[in-house]
């Protein structure tokens, strides 16, 4: 199903933008996302630090918005955000819900994990921190941020990566 | 030591299957340490081959055979290696002969008898989703 557009006109670090989600989504397709500390928006199944997101699509400096403005920003255009530890807020994903509404709780993170089907993650303190294509590209993101994941595994794409299966 | 189950959704389907999987540091490999399935019809230990390559353990003149994971002949290389087991305030280190495999189709490592279950007592309370791990004294 195709996805709505949402357009939004938004005034950040005193200049106006007219920001699309395509455009964003878009935007962030081949960036790595840098490690959450709290707030989070996600972006194509990806969670994202709020200000990486809007310095990726305005050309920003950080320095010249706050995490607040930029996670109020993207929820107008309907990405879901979130705080570690908290249960998600959601604007309209899919231009469905009334924008800041409420999700009716919390996910579990074998809930996390299904989309990430066959992708090597890093789970920290219960959470996902982050997902790669190869458990070298994984090990390479946590170096290079400074993180220390309690698990790194592979989301299992079939029952067989699933299971022992007892090697013989 | 004592972990739960993790939990993790099935392939394929809507359903989430709690299953005894306990993190283990593999050598230095600190920042990331390799979920690993209690699987007792294992051997041995075994791993993806990538996980020699992180750690910087040298296969090159390894002992060499080949097993069947899944129904399928991987290529196995035996090095031994230093292991970490942390579980609230404890943990355990050990050093163990580990088979590393490619190619790789499980997700997780696989800790079998060799190694693993000859270091430990082992409980696995399926019912209440459970592992308690008892470090025998040598």
Redesign the interface.
């Known amino acids: 199903m195709a996805e709505k557009t949402v357009i939004r006109k938004a005034t950040i670090g005193g200049r106006s933008f007219v920001l699309r989600n395509r455009d964003v989504m878009r935007a962030l397709r081949n960036v790595e996302p840098e490690p959450i500390m709290s707030h989070y928006v996600v972006v194509g199944l990806r969670r994202f630090p709020p200000k990486q997101v809007i310095s990726a699509v305005t050309g920003l400096d950080r320095a010249d918005f706050t995490t607040h403005h930029a996670r109020r920003t993207l929820m107008r255009l309907g990405f879901l955000a979130g705080r570690h530890g908290a249960m998600s807020r959601a604007s309209d994903a899919n231009a469905q819900q009334a924008p800041s509404a409420c999700a009716p709780a919390p996910e ?4 996390r ?2 989309p990430l ?1 066959g992708q090597w993650v ?1 789970i920290k303190d219960g959470d996902v921190i982050h997902a790669a294509e ?3 590209a ?2 390479g993101w ?2 290079q941020h400074g ?22 | 030591m004592r972990f739960n189950f993790r939990e993790i959704p099935d392939p394929g389907q809507q359903t989430i299957r709690a299953r005894p999987i306990i993190d283990v540091v593999v050598e230095s490999l600190e920042i990331a340490p390799q979920a690993c399935l209690l699987d007792s019809g294992a051997t041995a230990i075994r791993f993806g081959g990538y996980v020699a390559e992180l750690c910087g353990v040298d296969l090159s003149d390894a002992p060499e055979k080949q097993i069947a994971v899944g129904g399928a002949l991987v290529t196995a290389r035996m090095a031994e290696v230093g292991l970490l087991v942390a579980g609230g305030e404890d943990a355990y280190s050990w050093t163990a002969p580990v088979w590393f495999c490619d190619p790789w189709t499980p997700g997780f490592g696989l800790l079998g008898l060799t190694g693993f279950f000859d270091h430990f007592e082992v409980t696995i309370a399926s019912y209440e989703e459970r592992i308690e791990l008892t470090p025998i004294s040598p």
């Open positions: 579990r993170l074998a809930d994990l299904r089907v890093a190869s458990a070298q994984l090990v946590l170096g993180q220390h994941a309690d698990s790194v595994f592979r989301v299992p794409d079939d029952e067989l990566a699933a299971t022992g299966l007892a090697p013989l």
